[in-house]
C-alpha cells in the first residue's frame, strides 16, 4: 500500500516540510511505500523578507529568487498548478488544470495575500512592498523623493509584525544618508495603543521614535485614503495628511481556502500545538495559513513545518507521534541599515528584545543568504 | 443571563502576538453591523485597552466581567 502525502503551497512552510519529510522517509519514498507531491501556483520561490533590502536598493530581485525545483528533493514530485479545491471528506485536491490529486496525509500551506482592494483609495494612494513589483516601485519613488512627510501605516491582519518596525528605521538611515533628514519627517501609525504587539519591543522602539524625532500615532486603523488630496483617514476619526504613503495593506489567505469551506477569510482553524485541522486530523495546516494568534512570519512556518514533518515521519513509520508545537517564533529586526535586534517567544514565554548591535545585523544580513539552506531543510 | 445573542466567539487568552487588542480589532472590523462578538482575555490591560477602543470606534460596549479568573467582554459592532 503506498501511503500520499500532497503538500499544497511552494512558500517557506511547503518547501521545508516537503525537503524534511524526503530526507526522514528517504527509503520508503525509493522503495515506493510513499509518493510526496508538492502543488504550488507559482515556478519561483521568492525569499519574502529580502522585499525590504530592495526597497532600499541593498539587494536586487535575483538575489532573494530562486526556481522551486531547484530548492525541492528531486524524490518530491512538483506540480505547478494552483489548487482551486481541496475537498476533505473524500481527500482529494484539484488544480486549475483539473488534475485530481488524492492523498492520504494533507499539509496544507497556502499563505496569505494582501487585499489592498479592501481599504478604499488604498492602491491608487499608497506604495507598499509586499510583493516584488511593489518593492521596486517603492524603491524608484523614494529615489525621487525631495522631501516631505511620509506616512507608514498598516491594516489588519498583516504578516511579519516586525517588518512597519524596520522600514520606519530604515527609512530613518536612508535619508540621514542623503542628509535629508532635515526635509522630510516620518509619521508611523499602529492599529493599537501601543507601536508593536509585543510590549517589550513597544517599549525599544518608542524610545528609539523619541530619540530620532520620528512621530507617531497608535490607535489608527486605515478606513479610507483620498489619493487626490493625500489624506488617509482612520475607524478612530482621525486624518492625517501626506506627501508620501507606505502602507501595509491588510491580508487574507488563499482563495482556495474559502472556495473550499475551509475557513472565513482564508484562515483554517488549527491546533495550536498538534497543528491538524479541526476534526480532520489527517490535514495539518501551517505557515500564514492558520488560524492560531501568533505572528504570520517566516519563523512560525519554518518551526511548524519542523513539527509537521516530525509528527508525520513518526505516525507514517511508527504509527503515532507526541511531537508538539510551542509557539516558537525567532525574529530579527533590523533597527537601521547598521544595527539589529533579535525576539525569540513561544506560547509562555514574552520576548526579551536584546539591546541593538551590529553583530546582530551581520547575523541577520548572513541568514539572508542562509535561507536557502533553510528552505532545503538543511538549516 | 444576557439577552442578546452571540454571534461569534474569540477567545485571545494565550496570543502574545499579534495579541488580544489586534485580534478584537480584527474581528470587530471583519463583522457586519449589529454583529455581537464575545472575547475572552486573560489580563486587565487588553479590557482596559480595548474598552478604550470600543469607545473610540463608537461600538457599543455590551458586557465587561470576570469570569473564572479570566475577563469577558461583549461587544456589538454599531458602525
Same mark, same amino acid.
Given at each position: 500500500?503506498?501511503?500520499?502525502?500532497?503538500?499544497?503551497?511552494?512558500?517557506?512552510?511547503?518547501?521545508?516540510?516537503?525537503?524534511?519529510?524526503?530526507?526522514?522517509?528517504?527509503?520508503?519514498?525509493?522503495?515506493?511505500?510513499?509518493?510526496?507531491?508538492?502543488?504550488?501556483?507559482?515556478?519561483?520561490?521568492?525569499?519574502?523578507?529580502?522585499?525590504?533590502?530592495?526597497?532600499?536598493?541593498?539587494?536586487?530581485?535575483?538575489?532573494?529568487?530562486? !526556481? %522551486? +525545483? @531547484?530548492? *525541492?528533493?528531486?524524490?518530491?514530485?512538483?506540480?505547478?498548478? $494552483?489548487?482551486?479545491?481541496?475537498?476533505?471528506?473524500?481527500?482529494?485536491?484539484?488544480?486549475?488544470?483539473?488534475?485530481?490529486?488524492?492523498?492520504?496525509?494533507?499539509?496544507?500551506?497556502?499563505?496569505?495575500?494582501?487585499?489592498?482592494?479592501?481599504?478604499?483609495?488604498?492602491?491608487?494612494?499608497?506604495?507598499?512592498?509586499?510583493?516584488?513589483?511593489?518593492?521596486?516601485?517603492?524603491?524608484?519613488?523614494?529615489?525621487?523623493?525631495?522631501?516631505?512627510?511620509?506616512?507608514?501605516?498598516?491594516?489588519?491582519?498583516?504578516?511579519?509584525?516586525?517588518?512597519?518596525?524596520?522600514?520606519?528605521?530604515?527609512?530613518?538611515?536612508?535619508? !540621514? %544618508? +542623503? @542628509?535629508? *533628514?532635515?526635509?522630510?519627517?516620518?509619521?508611523?501609525?499602529? $492599529?493599537?495603543?501601543?507601536?508593536?504587539?509585543?510590549?517589550?519591543?513597544?517599549?525599544?522602539?518608542?524610545?528609539?521614535?523619541?530619540?530620532?524625532?520620528?512621530?507617531?500615532?497608535?490607535?489608527?486603523?486605515?478606513?479610507?485614503?483620498?489619493?487626490?488630496?493625500?489624506?488617509?483617514?482612520?475607524?478612530?476619526?482621525?486624518?492625517?495628511?501626506?506627501?508620501?504613503?507606505?502602507?501595509?495593506?491588510?491580508?487574507?489567505?488563499?482563495?482556495?481556502?474559502?472556495?473550499?469551506?475551509?475557513?472565513?477569510?482564508?484562515?483554517?482553524?488549527?491546533?495550536?500545538?498538534?497543528?491538524?485541522?479541526?476534526?480532520?486530523?489527517?490535514?495539518?495546516?501551517?505557515? @500564514?495559513?492558520?488560524?492560531?494568534?501568533?505572528?504570520?512570519?517566516?519563523?512560525?512556518?519554518?518551526?511548524?513545518?519542523?513539527?509537521?514533518?516530525?509528527?508525520?515521519?513518526?505516525?507514517?513509520?511508527?504509527?503515532?507521534?507526541?511531537?508538539?508545537?510551542?509557539?516558537?517564533?525567532?525574529?530579527?529586526?533590523?533597527?537601521?541599515?547598521?544595527?539589529?535586534?533579535?525576539?525569540?517567544?513561544?506560547?509562555?514565554?514574552?520576548?526579551?528584545?536584546?539591546?541593538?548591535?551590529?553583530?546582530?545585523?551581520?547575523?541577520?544580513?548572513?541568514?539572508?543568504?542562509?535561507?536557502?539552506?533553510?528552505?532545503?531543510?538543511?538549516? | 443571563?444576557?439577552?442578546?445573542?452571540?454571534?461569534?466567539?474569540?477567545?485571545?487568552?494565550?496570543?502574545?502576538?499579534?495579541?488580544?487588542?489586534?485580534?478584537?480589532?480584527?474581528?470587530?472590523?471583519?463583522?457586519?453591523?449589529?454583529?455581537?462578538?464575545?472575547?475572552?482575555?486573560?489580563?486587565?490591560?487588553?479590557?482596559?485597552?480595548?474598552?478604550?477602543?470600543?469607545?473610540?470606534?463608537?461600538?457599543?460596549?455590551?458586557?465587561?466581567?470576570?469570569?473564572?479568573?479570566?475577563?469577558?467582554?461583549?461587544?456589538?459592532?454599531?458602525?
Amino acid at each position: 500500500m503506498v501511503t500520499k502525502i500532497v503538500i499544497v503551497g511552494g512558500g517557506s512552510a511547503g518547501t521545508i516540510t516537503a525537503n524534511l519529510l524526503a530526507r526522514n522517509l528517504y527509503k520508503n519514498i525509493t522503495s515506493g511505500k510513499v509518493i510526496i507531491n508538492l502543488i504550488t501556483d507559482s515556478p519561483d520561490h521568492i525569499y519574502q523578507p529580502g522585499y525590504l533590502y530592495v526597497v532600499f536598493d541593498k539587494a536586487r530581485p535575483e538575489e532573494i529568487t530562486r !526556481k %522551486q +525545483k @531547484d530548492l *525541492l528533493d528531486p524524490h518530491i514530485n512538483l506540480f505547478i498548478d $494552483p489548487a482551486v479545491n481541496i475537498d476533505r471528506d473524500n481527500r482529494v485536491v484539484v488544480t486549475k488544470s483539473g488534475r485530481e490529486f488524492d492523498y492520504d496525509y494533507l499539509v496544507v500551506a497556502t499563505g496569505s495575500r494582501i487585499v489592498p482592494e479592501d481599504v478604499p483609495g488604498l492602491q491608487e494612494g499608497s506604495y507598499w512592498f509586499y510583493d516584488m513589483q511593489s518593492a521596486i516601485r517603492l524603491r524608484e519613488a523614494l529615489m525621487n523623493f525631495n522631501g516631505g512627510k511620509i506616512m507608514i501605516s498598516m491594516g489588519i491582519p498583516h504578516k511579519c509584525p516586525v517588518a512597519p518596525l524596520e522600514l520606519t528605521f530604515m527609512l530613518y538611515d536612508f535619508f !540621514k %544618508q +542623503k @542628509d535629508m *533628514l532635515n526635509k522630510v519627517q516620518l509619521h508611523y501609525t499602529y $492599529p493599537i495603543n501601543s507601536v508593536h504587539v509585543l510590549e517589550p519591543v513597544s517599549n525599544w522602539a518608542v524610545r528609539e521614535f523619541e530619540r530620532k524625532g520620528i512621530k507617531y500615532d497608535t490607535f489608527f486603523n486605515m478606513e479610507e485614503i483620498d489619493p487626490v488630496k493625500n489624506v488617509i483617514s482612520s475607524m478612530e476619526g482621525d486624518k492625517f495628511g501626506y506627501d508620501m504613503l507606505i502602507t501595509i495593506p491588510p491580508h487574507k489567505g488563499a482563495q482556495v481556502i474559502e472556495d473550499s469551506g475551509m475557513g472565513k477569510n482564508g484562515w483554517v482553524p488549527t491546533d495550536k500545538k498538534r497543528l491538524f485541522n479541526a476534526n480532520y486530523e489527517n490535514v495539518y495546516v501551517i505557515g @500564514d495559513t492558520t488560524d492560531i494568534p501568533i505572528s504570520k512570519a517566516g519563523s512560525t512556518a519554518h518551526f511548524q513545518a519542523d513539527v509537521v514533518a516530525e509528527r508525520l515521519t513518526s505516525i507514517i513509520s511508527e504509527g503515532n507521534t507526541s511531537i508538539e508545537y510551542d509557539g516558537k517564533v525567532v525574529c530579527f529586526l533590523e533597527s537601521g541599515f547598521d544595527e539589529a535586534t533579535y525576539i525569540w517567544f513561544n506560547y509562555n514565554t514574552p520576548p526579551n528584545p536584546s539591546p541593538p548591535s551590529r553583530m546582530l545585523h551581520w547575523m541577520k544580513l548572513g541568514y539572508n543568504r542562509l535561507y536557502w539552506l533553510t528552505a532545503r531543510g538543511i538549516l | 443571563m444576557d439577552d442578546f445573542s452571540i454571534d461569534k466567539v474569540v477567545d485571545t487568552r494565550g496570543s502574545l502576538c499579534p495579541g488580544p487588542i489586534m485580534a478584537l480589532i480584527e474581528a470587530v472590523k471583519l463583522a457586519d453591523i449589529n454583529t455581537v462578538i464575545e472575547f475572552f482575555f486573560e489580563d486587565e490591560q487588553s479590557v482596559k485597552d480595548a474598552s478604550l477602543w470600543i469607545n473610540k470606534v463608537g461600538n457599543q460596549l455590551l458586557v465587561n466581567e470576570t469570569v473564572d479568573g479570566y475577563f469577558r467582554i461583549v461587544v456589538k459592532k454599531v458602525k
